[in-house]
């Protein structure tokens, strides 16, 4: 099987079941010269469920790029939801903006724009509700930072998801060198270790390859 046997598949379930999502969005990125680094639709689609299953009413997420993913969590938060997203690109920021907007779900997303790590000691200071759920997908060698300020700004129950932390095997080297797989190690390996969380990884493969995500259920004092 190879990658494009994936994206074939990719390409069937989103005709037949899970729909594209919002493919004006990934058109406008394309034409604003953004990345094509968007979740893929049926793993959008996946947030969404996973977002309605909690039923999440607010969403904190980091890495906003032209707000695919964004568009999905929004629509799954409803109209009294709130998503927050880090952006540290403003030309990203500015894009996902118009995008989120057009979509019609503008009015229920903030963007912050900046690194994460300086809008998140601001955020904290607001002292805001609990996330519901939190998506994980920027920078990755700051993944584990990340996770830390998650636990500070959720509740027991609440979810924490880390994208792409597979990285096509790379995680199963202890050796490697590259700084992506090291920080998706370094990851895994905080999930393992924090008491307040409980998690596991799932490999994936599709149109964007062969990846996956750690999923994690922040843990209360009766868990
Ligand atoms: C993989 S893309 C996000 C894709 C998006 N979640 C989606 O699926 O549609 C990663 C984004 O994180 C942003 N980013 C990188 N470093 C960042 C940082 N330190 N703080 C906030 N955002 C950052 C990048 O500019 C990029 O837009």
Same mark, same amino acid.
């Given at each position: 099987?190879?990658?494009? $046997? @994936?994206?074939?598949? $990719? &390409?069937?379930?989103?005709?037949? %079941?899970?729909?594209?999502? !919002?493919?004006?969005?990934? &058109?406008? /990125?394309?034409? #604003?010269?953004?990345?094509?680094?968007?979740?893929?639709?049926?793993? #959008?689609?996946? %947030?969404?469920?996973?977002?309605?299953?909690? *039923?999440? *009413?607010?969403? %904190?997420?980091?890495?906003?790029? #032209?707000?695919?993913?964004?568009?999905?969590?929004? *629509?799954?938060?409803?109209?009294?939801?709130?998503?927050?997203?880090?952006?540290?690109?403003?030309?990203?920021?500015?894009?996902?903006?118009?995008?989120?907007? &057009?979509?019609?779900?503008?009015? *229920?997303?903030?963007?912050?724009? #900046?690194?994460?790590?300086?809008?998140?000691?601001?955020?904290?200071?607001?002292?805001?509700?609990?996330? $519901?759920?939190?998506?994980?997908?920027?920078?990755?060698? /700051? /993944?584990?930072?990340?996770?830390? @300020?998650?636990?500070?700004?959720?509740?027991?129950?609440?979810?924490?998801?880390?994208?792409?932390?597979? &990285?096509?095997?790379?995680?199963?080297?202890?050796?490697?060198?590259? =700084?992506?797989?090291? =920080?998706?190690?370094?990851?895994?390996?905080?999930?393992?270790?924090?008491?307040?969380?409980?998690?596991?990884?799932?490999?994936?493969?599709?149109?964007?390859?062969? $990846?996956?995500?750690?999923?994690?259920?922040? %843990?209360?004092? !009766?868990?």
């Amino acid at each position: 099987m190879t990658t494009s $046997d @994936w994206a074939e598949v $990719d &390409r069937y379930l989103v005709d037949t %079941l899970v729909g594209d999502g !919002d493919s004006e969005t990934l &058109r406008a /990125n394309a034409a #604003g010269g953004l990345p094509a680094i968007d979740v893929s639709p049926p793993q #959008g689609k996946f %947030l969404y469920l996973i977002a309605k299953t909690a *039923r999440a *009413r607010r969403v %904190l997420e980091f890495g906003t790029l #032209g707000g695919y993913s964004t568009t999905w969590l929004a *629509r799954a938060v409803g109209k009294g939801g709130q998503v927050v997203s880090f952006e540290y690109e403003p030309k990203h920021a500015e894009v996902a903006r118009a995008n989120l907007d &057009r979509a019609g779900v503008g009015d *229920r997303v903030e963007i912050r724009v #900046g690194a994460a790590l300086d809008s998140l000691p601001i955020l904290a200071e607001e002292n805001p509700e609990p996330f $519901d759920l939190v998506f994980i997908d920027a920078d990755k060698v /700051n /993944n584990s930072n990340y996770v830390r @300020w998650a636990l500070r700004l959720t509740r027991p129950g609440s979810i924490i998801i880390v994208d792409n932390v597979v &990285r096509q095997g790379g995680i199963a080297d202890a050796a490697t060198t590259d =700084a992506n797989s090291r =920080a998706s190690r370094d990851v895994i390996e905080l999930l393992a270790a924090e008491p307040r969380l409980d998690a596991t990884v799932l490999q994936t493969v599709g149109g964007k390859g062969w $990846d996956g995500f750690a999923y994690a259920v922040v %843990l209360g004092e !009766d868990d």
